[in-house]
């Protein structure tokens, strides 16, 4: 398995997650229709989808892939309670960008990108905040006018927040179940029409739609999918082993200190944060294995034919379909029986930008040139020759942190030096010090930090061995970027030819108006598996060969980043860690 998740298996996790969000409407009574989204009066009967709109309506979502990318606009909420977004999804890179603003947003009152799961947040300014009241109008009048300002078409920055979204159960925030349902709207393949005609999918009428005639259909919110006429049986546990192929499992292109051994110590409290990221579903399962089995409780019967009502695909969603399969609005209930209508606009498409933490630019992975492979080949010698550099780091260790830390490399000693923090608790702070053999922290309360003091403190140290602070998943995030920073130096000259092999260039980009050119190197674990553009490290070098930022793919599928920028290094602490 992979860190990263492709497109299509975000689809099928976000699949789950509205399948189960979207059934609180269904208890509201939506079986067979959406009472809140309904018409007082309809002009015609409703009646079961043809077999032209059974197979119009499976194609739905596959369209939608193909066709990549849609403005979006929608409005949820009534009077002082009324949401409203503007942007855009594309659904083949799994990525949405949107502006929410309206009388009810509150502090969700500004810009916001969202892959399957995730969602990042950008707190409105004033100025943004009078901005996104005054949408631009549009020219064509066949169109819905925006319901706030959409986005900047480059996203700023900085100031963005990362968390997971709360799609369903007891804490479901209604933007993120509207975030879960649009991603769900696109598949890499139609759903299966035979299916859809059997379920209480219906076909409401026609209406017109910026000129266009479309046919108004309920349906599910997830496709109806075959089930087997039995149930086999259950296979019998397989103990968890470490997979070969995961790319978290190895360091750097040389030898680093990152170790493969289970994680035997106490982490600092900024990794405690990165590692209850991954442990925290495996404390879910175990937790609920322990709890007693209840003695009245009986087996559910297999299912032999997959369902027919509404209320369990999900729930019942209002679509308007053009004759080409074109989705151009839907209708769902959110939680807290929220009634949503969005518009997508089929010519509003431009390609997305995604924000630092979901990768950034788009990339065109392919082979380094030869002029290219030699710049590689420069980086180690490079950072020698530099000596040092301060470093600042940003890792979205969804769902329990933010984290931010400054401080100094120095190559010529092997020493990392800096402070921690999550950005919700910036006056809680861990130093970190990292060298070949590991890292020794220790943590301070009381006063926010962007550098960690000097001189160091000379007691108080913990200290973990790089193999100790490992698991089954390999390094933990924060780890990987340092042991690739301290790896980042080197006496002996790389060969050019090795990255031919194993690099791959993706895009020209920029840092602070300085033109880079952006890599990845596959680890040898990557080696032979992965495609090009799917590594876990990115390497950004500037035109002499320097690296001035490293990206690391997080284990939720996020984006950390480390740069490096020439400056004065202090005389960072050398003494053993140990």
């Not at 799994?94 to 509150?106: D, F």
């Amino acid at each position: 398995m992979t860190l990263s998740r492709r497109p299509a298996e975000r689809r099928r996790v976000v699949a789950l997650v509205v399948l189960s969000c979207l059934s609180l409407g269904s208890i509201a009574g939506l079986v067979g229709g959406m009472v809140s989204c309904a018409p007082e009066k309809q002009a015609v009967q409703a009646r079961p989808l043809s077999a032209s709109e059974a197979s119009r309506l499976g194609d739905m979502r596959v369209t939608n892939y193909r066709d990549e990318r849609a403005g979006l606009h929608a409005t949820w909420g009534d009077g002082d309670a009324q949401v409203r977004v503007a942007g855009w999804v594309d659904w083949k890179k799994g990525l949405s960008y949107l502006r929410v603003g309206g009388p009810g947003a509150g502090d969700m009152r500004g810009l916001l990108q969202s892959v399957p799961g995730v969602v990042a947040t950008r707190s409105a300014t004033p100025g943004e905040a009078a901005e996104e009241a005054n949408p631009a109008q549009s020219t064509d009048a066949t169109k819905p006018a925006p319901p706030v300002a959409e986005p900047p078409a480059t996203p700023p920055a900085d100031g963005w927040q990362v968390r997971t979204w709360s799609a369903s159960g007891k804490t479901a925030k209604p933007l993120d179940a509207f975030l879960s349902l649009v991603f769900v709207m696109a598949s890499t393949k139609p759903d299966p029409a035979d299916l859809l005609a059997k379920t209480e999918s219906r076909w409401m009428g026609q209406e017109r739609i910026g000129g266009t005639t479309v046919d108004v259909l309920l349906g599910p919110a997830v496709p109806p999918q075959p089930f087997p006429t039995a149930t086999p049986p259950a296979a019998k546990p397989k103990k968890s082993q470490p997979s070969s192929a995961e790319p978290s499992t190895n360091g750097s292109t040389t030898d680093q200190p990152n170790g493969d051994a289970p994680n035997g110590g106490q982490p600092t409290a900024a990794d405690q944060a990165t590692d209850d990221t991954t442990r925290q579903p495996e404390r879910a399962k175990a937790t609920e294995s322990a709890a007693p089995a209840t003695a009245t409780a009986s087996p559910s019967p297999a299912r032999t034919a997959p369902p027919t009502a509404l209320s369990e695909l999900g729930g019942t969603v209002r679509y308007w379909l053009d004759s080409g399969a074109k989705l151009r609005r839907f209708e769902a209930l959110l939680p807290g029986n929220l009634s949503v209508r969005a518009d997508l606009d089929r010519e509003n498409r431009p390609d997305l930008t995604a924000v630092a933490a979901f990768g950034g630019a788009p990339i065109t992975p392919r082979a380094p040139s030869k002029s290219e492979a030699a710049l590689l080949a420069k980086m180690r010698q490079r950072s020698l020759e530099r000596g040092g550099a301060r470093l600042t780091i940003a890792v979205p260790t969804v769902p329990t942190a933010n984290l931010r830390g400054g401080g100094w490399v120095d190559w010529t000693s092997t020493v990392a030096y800096l402070a921690v923090s999550d950005t919700a608790k910036p006056t809680d702070v861990a130093f970190l010090r990292a060298n070949a053999a590991g890292v020794a922290y220790q943590t301070k309360s009381g006063k926010a930090m962007d550098t960690p003091p000097l001189p160091a403190p000379d007691n108080g140290w913990q200290f973990q061995a790089w193999a100790q602070r490992t698991d089954a998943r390999g390094s933990l995030d924060i780890d990987l970027l340092l042991g690739e920073a301290l790896a980042s130096a080197a006496t002996s000259k790389d060969s050019a030819s090795y990255f031919i092999d194993h690099a791959s260039f993706l895009r020209k980009d920029k840092i602070d108006g300085a033109g880079m050119t952006v890599f990845e190197i596959a680890k040898p674990a990557e080696q032979g598996i992965i495609g090009r553009g799917q590594a876990r490290m990115r390497y950004w070098l500037d035109k002499t060969g320097a690296v001035r930022r490293l990206e690391a793919r997080t284990r939720s599928g996020t984006w950390a980043q480390l740069d490096l920028t020439d400056d004065t290094v202090p005389t960072l602490p050398t003494a053993p860690l140990g």
